[in-house]
């Protein structure tokens, strides 16, 4: 018989390697410190970002795709809720507080539901 065991420990090795690797490049890179820096209200008061934007969801409304408008709102909509005051109280001495992770898992499922619905629901 083979062992059946080995093979999956060394796929989970290989898989953990691979995610690893993926993991240390997003950290190099900085990406999340840089979106942790982005200044929202300078962004959106920036020509550099505020044309290309504005003429995408333009061509978008152009072309009816109201549903990559909407998804580029929920988007942009996470992010913005991603860093208020409420999301930072979430982890207090390294203890998660259920009582406020629950809203919020509820409001994920929620938005979650609205994409899956738009994409795979209805033609």
């Known amino acids: 018989m083979a062992d059946v065991t080995g093979a999956a ?28 820096d982005v200044d929202i209200g300078g962004l959106f008061t920036n020509s550099w970002f505020l044309v290309p934007f504005v003429a995408f969801l333009g061509w978008n409304v ?17 992010w913005y809720v991603s ?13 998660l507080q259920i009582g406020k992770i629950l ?10 539901g609205v994409v899956i619905y738009m994409y795979f629901g209805r033609s």
């Open 9 to 36: 420990g060394s796929a989970a090795d290989s898989a953990a390697g691979v995610f690893g690797r993926i993991v240390d490049l997003i950290a190099s890179t900085g990406i999340p410190q840089q979106l942790e």
């Open 62 to 78: 152009y072309k009816q795709a109201f549903k990559e408008i909407l998804l580029v709102l929920i988007i942009i909509g996470i």
């Open 83 to 95: 860093g208020t005051h409420y999301m930072q109280t979430l982890i207090v001495n390294g203890e």
């Open 103 to 112: 809203p919020v898992m509820f409001g994920g499922a929620a938005v979650l």
